[in-house]
């Protein structure tokens, strides 16, 4: 749904500029408010997407480096955790935060080496302490590649009360 609303802004977006006069300008004004629409939809949706992957190590001991973009707010509203999980909803690893990133957008954090082979196929997602899941998430092998994905929010929910599990929010 909100995909579709956000194509209609943007076709409004664009009939819009298409009756201006002067073509340079429309492309400009376009410009601009597609980056402010984004800008907002980001800081409103109140989710976290995982915006890049890589990884690194060897077959069955592989860390990944994963970017984040949150709309951090400091303790009341943060990026809590990232996580890989399998295409079943089995979590294979967590990276737990401590505090928020609010002056660090996107950011980007490594995770500790962990047990999982080249071929597996899995997401990577991320979870805000106050809305969850975001749906934005990266999908793929270490031997393959990822890349960005579209993923429920409510897949495999009930992670959110399997350990490990934040404690108190630093900062």
């Not at 009939?15 to 073509?23: A, R």
Request: glycine letters at 6%; hydrophobic letters at 35%; aromatic letters at 10%.
């Amino acid at each position: 749904m909100k995909i579709a609303l956000n194509l209609l802004l943007l076709f409004l977006i664009f009939c819009m500029n298409s009756c201006s006069s002067d073509t340079k300008d429309a492309e400009e004004d376009n410009t601009s408010e597609n980056q402010e629409i984004q800008e907002i939809q980001e800081t409103t949706d109140g989710v976290a997407s995982v915006t890049e992957v890589s990884v690194t190590g060897e077959e069955d001991l592989y860390s990944f480096n994963v970017t984040i973009s949150s709309p951090d707010l400091g303790c009341q509203q943060y990026v809590d955790w990232w996580e890989v999980i399998d295409l079943d909803g089995n979590l294979l690893y967590r990276r737990i935060f401590t505090h928020s990133h609010v002056d660090e957008q996107p950011f980007t954090r490594l995770g500790d080496p962990f047990n999982i082979s080249a071929n597996e196929e899995v997401y990577i997602r991320a979870h805000m302490n106050t809305t969850s899941y975001g749906t934005n998430v990266f999908k793929g092998s270490v031997a393959d590649g990822f890349s960005s994905s579209f993923l429920a929010s409510d897949f495999a929910l009930n992670l959110e009360e399997v350990e490990p599990l934040p404690g108190n929010c630093a900062f």
